[in-house]
């Protein structure tokens, strides 16, 4: 599951127009909560779509009625002005917690807790058995405690821990090999926030291994409908996508970053392939060009193996003549059709290469995996590809 950024704009941050601007920063990151106070819920909604949190105080009864008039959140938080967060003492017998009894009987959805010593830390524990949301903010010791609540309570609930810049956000998504569910941002510094939701994405994005397969054959094999996947994101020099005939071995294709003298760069676009070939997908699955389409998902691959999704614009798709450029890697074989064009960029050990200067003994980037796909997911049935 990736990991959830929460951004605290309530009124501790400052008026409305200094929350008006945290939230709209946050809004254009990607964050996926905003945390307000109950009588914001209504204004966040009329700046965008996110999921809206909402302290309950004893102010307003946002649980009952008058919820509807100020805009109903997707969850409620107590702990706000009341024992979370320190403004009243903790009871010696939590049974008689007032922020525990409106998780368990008044209907809110989550608890926030300050974390000031060990009976705080209890206190999160309790609230995490009813809470659906369990925010904690170490004030003194801030690893520990996550630790030690990750250990305890992080299959009861989403632990989400409070973090004032991208650093610590790292630091509580890494924390015990698990990490919290989620971090809670206090700032208004949009490179912290824009750089905190990189650090959400990068953490649940697959890593794949690519190796050098040797080029067998490189022939012309007339003429195919050949697939361009344009997608709606900007790729850097060092990306393209892993496309190919068979499944078991995709062949890295660069985007089209490059200038040439002929023809301007397309730095959106990787002219993948014909339309039988297969293309990877965000889930490890594939698809084929032929199936691709404005909204679908396309995994982009760097020449590290690092990914990230990326949506697809179109596919655009024209009658091109093709190349069949045939691998060995070890004892296996594989093989694909590429457009015969220069701007279709293959890697070696050497760095990027034109398709069309490609020959018989060099080295090309690839992907091996299991071999054999139903509608795309792997199958272990015994299929044969050639």
């Not at 105080?57 to 100020?70: C, R």
């Not at 691709?292 to 995994?299: A, M, R, T, Y």
């Not at 760095?351 to 080295?363: F, H, K, P």
Request: with cysteine.
């Amino acid at each position: 599951m990736t990991p959830a950024v929460w951004l605290k704009a309530d009124d501790d941050v400052g008026d409305w127009e200094t929350r008006k601007r945290r939230i709209t920063t946050g809004l254009e990151a990607g964050v996926d909560w905003i945390l307000v106070d109950e009588w914001d819920v209504s204004k966040v909604r009329e700046l965008g779509e996110v999921n809206v949190a909402a302290f309950v105080t004893e102010d307003v009864d946002v649980i009952g009625e008058q919820a509807e008039e100020l805009g109903e959140a997707d969850a409620y938080v107590v702990g706000k002005d009341g024992e979370g967060d320190g403004t009243i003492d903790l009871p010696t017998d939590f049974a008689g917690s007032a922020d525990l009894s409106t998780l368990r009987r008044d209907g809110a959805d989550g608890a926030f807790v300050r974390i000031f010593d060990e009976d705080y830390e209890a206190f999160a524990e309790a609230a995490a058995a009813d809470a659906e949301h369990t925010i904690v903010v170490g004030e003194n010791w801030k690893i520990i405690p996550l630790e030690n609540l990750i250990a305890r309570i992080g299959s009861e609930t989403d632990l989400v821990a409070g973090v004032q810049s991208a650093a610590e956000a790292e630091t509580a998504f890494d924390t015990l090999d698990i990490g919290a569910d989620g971090v809670l941002l206090y700032t208004d510094d949009p490179d912290e926030i824009r750089e905190t939701v990189r650090i959400r994405d990068a953490t649940n994005r697959e890593s794949v291994d690519l190796e050098f397969a040797e080029v067998v054959e490189v022939e012309p094999a007339g003429s195919a409908d050949r697939v361009c996947v344009d997608t709606a994101s900007i790729m850097d020099d060092d990306e393209g996508m892993l496309v190919g005939s068979m499944s078991r071995g995709l062949f890295f294709v660069y985007a089209e970053t490059a200038d040439s003298p002929y023809v301007a760069s397309r730095p959106f676009r990787v002219n993948a392939g014909a339309v039988h070939a297969y293309v990877r997908t965000p889930d490890g699955d594939t698809k084929y060009l032929s199936e691709q389409g404005s909204g679908d998902e396309v995994q982009i691959v760097d020449t590290q193996g690092n990914t990230r999704e990326a949506i697809v614009g179109r596919a655009k798709i024209e009658r091109r003549p093709m190349f069949r450029v045939r691998v060995r890697a070890e004892d296996d074989e594989f093989e694909t059709l590429l457009q015969n064009a220069e701007t279709i960029k293959v890697q070696t050990p050497d760095g990027r290469r034109a398709i069309t200067d490609l020959e018989s003994g060099d080295e090309v980037a690839v992907f091996r995996q299991s071999g054999g796909r139903h509608f795309g997911e792997p199958v272990d049935e015994r299929i044969i590809e050639k």
